[in-house]
């Protein structure tokens, strides 16, 4: 029997139990879906992460409180308040390869606007900040350097900010009431959207001395953002801030460093490194499903086995060849793989679309993952196919006729 006519024989076999044959296709349409959606989360996440850090350049350092160290003690990258704004002033005044320095420091905080109120980010920093880190204000302006210096109470707000406090009206020259502490409104950020798991748009600029002074009490930093002169001046730069801060902090040993310097390629990296395991840790719980779908496709197959005991008999006893029985059931569990994977990748697609446009989270749908999810599904039905087919295809033929 040939190849063609087997697939015709399968296909009325799965036509004459419709509801049978479409209730185990399910489970491999909503694995295939899951894959395909929970992949697209993931790409999404690592895209926008790669597009927010190259967007700042390609010259910037990290400088960060604490040292990343591989086993003993220390204190770990960030969890130390080792810097100071005057560490910053000094970079930028005795570092000839640095262009621009911005400082950090970050807290949530309640604001109100009216009888409005959020729960944002409230960060403190220069006026370097925009050039630094390539930020542009949309409406009204940037505080100044003088602003920063006499503590002014001015902030810059985020769109989303914008969005949950004013709505619709003009927030510039407002007050906005942040630790309780007023500010006035003099500008709104840019909007740039999700950025993987942060919305770099719920957050407020102010400067960092009225940060510190003013509202939250602190004289620490959480990072400061160095851009270089240009690119190929990177490891100079790093050189001459380590020997500075050394100084600064009165380190003596390279093993006692109080911070640690990070070059924007390896953040690169090390995000990548992130969104790719979250990527595979979602594709995999999605693969699970798959796999449990493929479980019910062996059950169905095994039930219609037994139920169509006596056709195989009789098929058996005109001629047919185990071979012929053995791919019959095989391409029957297949053919319902290939159909439920289709349509999960249609269903898995659609979804993605709806999750970048209601739930505000972005979405890359990659031929990659469709070709995944699909060839995973036709896996699925070979393998889960095989044993149902193989019992079919090794019923005694006299005894399969004479089965009530």
Not at 249 to 274: C, G, V, W, Y
Not at 324 to 343: A, P
Request: proline share 2%; with cysteine.
């Amino acid at each position: 029997m040939d190849f063609v006519e087997l697939i015709k024989l399968s296909l009325i076999s799965l036509n004459a139990n419709k509801m049978r044959s479409a209730l185990t296709m399910l489970g491999v349409i909503i694995g295939v879906a899951s894959v395909v959606a929970m992949i697209s989360i993931g790409e999404g996440a690592k895209s926008l992460v790669t597009k927010s850090i190259e967007s700042m350049g390609t010259n910037l350092l990290f400088i960060m409180p604490g040292q990343l160290r591989v086993g003993g003690g220390g204190h770990g990258m960030g969890s130390t308040q080792t810097l100071t704004y005057e560490d910053c002033e000094a970079i930028e005044k005795n570092c000839p390869s640095v262009y621009g320095c911005a400082p950090e420091i970050s807290k949530s905080a309640k604001v109100k606007a009216g009888n409005q109120n959020t729960v944002t980010q409230i960060i403190g920093t220069t006026d370097r900040y925009p050039e630094v880190r390539n930020t542009k204000v949309a409406q009204g302006r940037y505080f100044t350097q003088l602003e920063m210096h006499t503590q002014k109470k001015v902030a810059v707000l985020g769109q989303s900010v914008v969005d949950n406090v004013f709505f619709n009206i003009d927030p510039i020259g407002k007050d906005i009431l942040i630790n309780r502490v007023y500010f006035t409104v003099i500008g709104v950020l840019e909007a740039k959207g999700q950025s993987g798991f942060m919305n770099v748009d719920d957050m407020i600029m102010i400067p960092v001395t009225t940060f510190q002074k003013r509202v939250f009490g602190i004289n620490y930093l959480r990072n400061i953002s160095v851009q270089v002169e240009n690119a190929s001046l990177m490891d100079q730069a790093e050189e001459e801030i380590t020997d500075l801060l050394r100084k600064r902090h009165r380190i003596l040993n390279p093993e006692d460093d109080d911070f640690s310097i990070r070059k924007q390629t390896e953040m690169l990296t090390h995000m990548n490194d992130i969104t790719t395991t979250f990527t595979m840790l979602l594709g995999g719980i999605a693969f699970i499903s798959l796999l449990v779908g493929g479980i019910g496709i062996m059950n169905i197959m095994l039930v219609s086995v037994t139920e169509r005991t006596r056709e195989i008999g009789l098929r058996k006893a005109i001629g047919a060849k185990k071979g012929d029985i053995l791919k019959q059931f095989l391409i029957e569990s297949i053919v319902l793989c290939v159909m439920g994977g289709t349509i999960g990748i249609l269903t898995g697609i659609s979804l993605s679309y709806m999750i970048a446009k209601f739930g505000n989270w972005s979405t890359t749908v990659s031929t990659a993952s469709i070709l995944l999810s699909f060839g995973f599904s036709i896996a699925v039905g070979l393998f889960f196919g095989i044993y149902p087919a193989n019992k079919a295809s090794g019923l005694n033929c006299v005894e399969a006729l004479r089965y009530e």
